[in-house]
C-alpha cells in the first residue's frame, strides 16, 4: 500500500513538473520579456540614484550652506533670495534641486524665514511643502505653521496644528511647548474644555517639563473662565 501511493506521488510530481515546464515554453517569450523588463527597471533606479540624484544632493549640500550662516546672522532676505556673490537662494535651492533632502530643508529654511519677517502666507506655504518625520524637526516645523495660522487669525486651524505638533512631538521639550500655546489659543475662542485637556495633558504626561511647574494656574484661570 506505502509502495503504492509513493508510486502515486511520484506521479503526480511528475506530472506537475511537466505541466510546469509546458507552461513556461509555451509562455518564454512573455517571461523573459518580463524579467528583461524587472533588470532594466532596477537597473534604471540604480543609475537614477547613483549617477542623478547623489550628485544633485551633494551640489543642493554645497548650495544650501551659505544660505544656514544668513540665516544664523538673521538675514533673512538674502537667505530666502540669495546675494550677489553666488548664492541663489532657499527658494531657488528648493526648486532646482527638487527632490533632494536638501531641496527638502530649503523649505523648512524658507518658511522660517518668512514667518521672522511677518509673511505669514508664505510661511505656510513653505513650511507646508516639508515633508519629514524627524522627532524633532518634523513637529518643529508643524508648530511653526500653527503659530502662522495663528497671526493670520485662523485660530481653529491654529490650535488644531499646534495640538497635532505636540501629538508628534511627544517628547517633554516640544510638546509641553505647543501644548500650551494651542491652549492659549483656546482660551482666547472661549473653548475652555478643550484648553483644560491640553493644560491637563503637560500636567499629567509631561510633568518634568518647564511648562508643568506652574501649569496649575492655567487650568484654574480656564476653569474660572468657564464658569
Do not use: W
Amino acid at each position: 500500500m506505502a509502495n503504492q501511493k509513493n508510486h502515486h506521488d511520484s506521479l503526480n510530481v511528475e506530472e506537475a513538473l511537466s505541466q510546469s515546464e509546458a507552461f513556461i515554453l509555451k509562455h518564454k517569450t512573455a517571461i523573459i520579456g518580463f524579467v528583461v523588463g524587472v533588470i532594466i527597471i532596477v537597473a534604471g533606479v540604480l543609475m537614477y540614484k547613483n549617477l542623478y540624484l547623489a550628485p544633485r544632493e551633494l551640489k543642493a549640500q554645497a548650495a544650501i550652506f551659505k544660505g544656514q550662516e544668513y540665516f544664523e546672522q538673521d538675514a533673512y532676505a538674502l537667505a530666502l533670495n540669495g546675494d550677489s556673490i553666488g548664492f541663489i537662494g532657499f527658494n531657488k535651492i528648493a526648486d532646482q534641486f527638487s527632490g533632494t533632502k536638501s531641496a527638502n530643508l530649503a523649505k523648512a529654511y524658507a518658511g522660517i524665514c518668512y514667518k521672522n519677517m511677518g509673511k505669514y502666507n508664505e510661511a505656510v506655504k513653505a513650511l507646508e511643502g516639508f515633508d519629514g518625520d524627524d522627532q524633532m524637526v518634523a513637529p518643529a516645523i508643524l508648530g511653526a505653521t500653527g503659530n502662522c495660522y495663528a497671526e493670520l487669525g485662523q485660530l481653529d486651524k491654529a490650535s488644531s496644528t499646534l495640538l497635532k505638533a505636540a501629538d508628534k512631538a511627544d517628547n517633554n521639550t516640544l510638546s509641553p511647548i505647543f501644548l500650551m500655546q494651542a491652549g492659549d489659543i483656546l482660551v482666547k475662542q472661549g473653548k475652555y474644555d478643550d484648553a483644560i485637556t491640553a493644560y491637563t495633558k503637560i500636567k499629567d504626561k509631561y510633568f518634568q517639563s518647564y511648562q508643568a511647574t506652574d501649569i496649575d494656574k492655567y487650568i484654574e484661570r480656564a476653569k474660572l473662565l468657564k464658569k
